[in-house]
């Protein structure tokens, strides 16, 4: 495993990160969870991603449960807060982040958080409340640095240019190599600023791992055929899934897995410090942790871009 600096932070953390978006504490049963995040820690994963509302609060339970035997200097932890919790709290308000991040650090079962993020972005709470609840966050010791998922490139700016606030030092984008909007504005910007991207969707909830194929039903046991994790699937259509088909060549020729072509795709962006993956197996997480490392050169990225190009 190889390790990237996250941002401005001091936090090196690992290229392959853990989620737990719709897996842990929800659609994955408890033996397998932990033998998931045992196996992390056994390939050299040391960053674990979670949020509050993630299976209403049972994924950072669950968290909490599996990491507490382990030297709390041995992983880097990261939850979020914005998105409504069961009890209806929700958004960024000087009240909420610090309602949140207690109630976060006690499900957790630890003192601090390493990296506290936004969700999304709050237009119904100033900017600057929200800054400088977070930055008494941080200065309080319960989160070591701050970070954003998925905000528009004004709103980051905004945040830059208030004075005596924390500094973001991470933004959480959907990317992969079917979802490339950040690289617009969100990367450029960020890449100035030292703040690192920790990517999410890496492998467009497995699309890209090619085991959908077109025409066909969804496998038994994957994400797609389980009711409770399926969200957002039918977004990949035939068409789609056609020109996934076309890179297991390439990566039959590197002598790799289409998951793990997908994974380097998104490490080969400088900006990008992890790339955030979801595993309902342990083998799922040893199979992506060795694509850090893997490097691309300039006609297999070129076969890449050909090979998803809608014809």
Same mark, same amino acid.
């Given at each position: 495993?190889?390790?990237?600096?996250?941002?401005?932070?001091?936090?090196?953390?690992?290229?392959?990160?853990?989620?737990?978006?719709?897996?842990?504490?929800?659609?994955?049963?408890?033996?397998?969870?932990?033998?998931?995040?045992?196996?992390?820690?056994?390939?050299?994963?040391?960053?674990?991603? /979670?949020?509050? #509302?993630?299976? *209403?609060? +049972?994924?950072?339970?669950?968290?909490? %449960?599996?990491? !507490?035997? @382990?030297?709390?200097?041995?992983?880097?932890?990261?939850?979020?807060?914005?998105?409504?919790?069961?009890?209806?709290?929700?958004?960024?308000?000087?009240?909420?982040?610090?309602?949140?991040?207690?109630?976060?650090?006690?499900?957790?079962?630890?003192?601090?958080?390493?990296?506290?993020?936004?969700?999304?972005?709050?237009?119904?709470?100033?900017?600057?409340?929200?800054?400088?609840?977070? /930055?008494?966050? #941080?200065?309080? *010791?319960? +989160?070591?640095?701050?970070?954003?998922? %998925?905000?528009? !490139?004004? @709103?980051?700016?905004?945040?830059?240019?208030?004075?005596?606030?924390?500094?973001?030092?991470?933004?959480?984008?959907?990317?992969?190599?079917?979802?490339?909007?950040?690289?617009?504005?969100?990367?450029?910007?960020?890449?100035?600023?030292?703040?690192?991207?920790?990517?999410?969707?890496?492998?467009?909830?497995?699309?890209?791992?090619?085991?959908?194929?077109?025409?066909?039903?969804?496998?038994?046991?994957?994400?797609?055929?389980?009711?409770?994790?399926?969200?957002?699937?039918?977004?990949?259509?035939?068409?789609?899934?056609?020109?996934?088909?076309?890179?297991?060549?390439?990566?039959?020729?590197?002598?790799?897995?289409?998951?793990?072509?997908?994974?380097?795709?998104?490490?080969?962006?400088?900006?990008?410090?992890?790339?955030?993956?979801?595993?309902?197996?342990?083998?799922?997480?040893?199979?992506?942790?060795?694509?850090?490392?893997?490097?691309?050169?300039?006609?297999?990225?070129?076969?890449?871009?050909?090979?998803?190009?809608?014809?």
């Amino acid at each position: 495993m190889e390790y990237r600096q996250l941002g401005s932070s001091d936090l090196r953390v690992s290229e392959i990160a853990l989620g737990s978006w719709l897996t842990y504490g929800g659609g994955v049963e408890r033996q397998q969870a932990e033998a998931c995040v045992a196996k992390a820690f056994e390939v050299g994963i040391n960053f674990i991603d /979670t949020a509050n #509302v993630y299976a *209403g609060g +049972a994924a950072e339970t669950f968290l909490g %449960e599996s990491l !507490a035997g @382990r030297p709390r200097d041995s992983y880097v932890l990261a939850t979020k807060l914005y998105f409504p919790m069961p009890n209806g709290d929700h958004g960024l308000s000087r009240a909420q982040v610090f309602k949140q991040i207690d109630d976060s650090l006690a499900r957790l079962r630890t003192d601090h958080v390493d990296l506290y993020q936004c969700h999304r972005y709050d237009r119904d709470t100033p900017l600057e409340e929200t800054m400088e609840a977070l /930055t008494e966050v #941080v200065r309080q *010791g319960k +989160a070591r640095y701050i970070g954003f998922s %998925e905000w528009p !490139a004004e @709103r980051i700016q905004a945040a830059l240019d208030l004075p005596g606030v924390e500094k973001f030092v991470s933004s959480q984008p959907q990317y992969s190599a079917l979802s490339r909007g950040p690289e617009q504005e969100v990367i450029p910007l960020c890449a100035a600023n030292g703040i690192s991207q920790i990517v999410f969707s890496p492998l467009a909830q497995g699309v890209l791992t090619g085991k959908y194929p077109p025409g066909q039903p969804p496998p038994a046991g994957t994400r797609w055929s389980t009711e409770s994790m399926n969200l957002f699937m039918n977004q990949y259509d035939d068409a789609v899934l056609t020109r996934v088909q076309r890179l297991r060549p390439i990566a039959d020729g590197l002598g790799i897995t289409m998951g793990q072509l997908a994974l380097a795709w998104v490490l080969r962006e400088p900006n990008v410090a992890a790339a955030i993956v979801g595993a309902s197996r342990p083998q799922q997480v040893a199979d992506n942790a060795a694509a850090s490392g893997i490097e691309l050169d300039a006609e297999t990225l070129a076969g890449i871009d050909e090979a998803l190009a809608a014809s």
